[in-house]
């Protein structure tokens, strides 16, 4: 699930939003970005040996035991409480839910940003959609 995807798993699980993050959570990162949309704006924190670390390879490639990767962002709304069947996998640096992940399923990803505008110059962001073509393959 991309940015409203990742939300509607939470809300399907159970969750539920923060419906407005600039009235809800003042204190909040900015999480509507006027920069183009391939381009970072802030940073997510993702959780050591996740969906993301695995389809990434941070824990190969990193001493450090978290990993904080530029992400885009164009939301108001995101995931407040994520419900009983899906894990936290990375957020913000606000404390924003950024990724959810279904363990129990075969492939279950969901992320706040749009990895599909940063593809093109990021790799990583790539490697989310090669992983859902993996995963799709060998169901």
């Given at each position: 699930g991309v940015?409203?995807?990742?939300?509607?798993?939470?809300?399907?699980?159970?969750?539920?939003?923060?419906?407005?993050?600039?009235?809800?959570?003042?204190?909040?990162?900015?999480?509507r970005q006027a920069a183009p949309r391939h381009e970072p704006t802030h940073t997510v924190r993702v959780a050591p040996e996740s969906l993301?670390?695995?389809?990434?390879?941070?824990?190969?490639?990193?001493?450090s035991p978290t990993f904080d990767l530029g992400v885009n962002s164009f939301h108001h709304q995101a995931v407040r409480d994520y419900g009983t069947i899906l894990n936290v996998i990375a957020?913000?640096?606000?404390?924003?839910?950024?990724?959810?992940?279904?363990?129990?399923?075969?492939?279950?990803?969901?992320?706040?940003w749009h990895p599909e505008e940063m593809a093109d110059s990021d790799p990583r962001q790539m490697a989310l959609f090669a992983a859902l073509v993996r995963a799709a393959g060998e169901t």
């Amino acid at each position: 699930g991309v940015c409203r995807g990742v939300q509607v798993m939470a809300v399907a699980a159970g969750g539920s939003l923060w419906q407005d993050i600039p009235t809800q959570c003042p204190q909040a990162l900015t999480h509507r970005q006027a920069a183009p949309r391939h381009e970072p704006t802030h940073t997510v924190r993702v959780a050591p040996e996740s969906l993301l670390d695995r389809i990434w390879g941070l824990s190969m490639t990193n001493t450090s035991p978290t990993f904080d990767l530029g992400v885009n962002s164009f939301h108001h709304q995101a995931v407040r409480d994520y419900g009983t069947i899906l894990n936290v996998i990375a957020r913000s640096a606000d404390g924003m839910i950024e990724a959810l992940t279904a363990p129990d399923a075969t492939f279950a990803l969901g992320v706040q940003w749009h990895p599909e505008e940063m593809a093109d110059s990021d790799p990583r962001q790539m490697a989310l959609f090669a992983a859902l073509v993996r995963a799709a393959g060998e169901t």
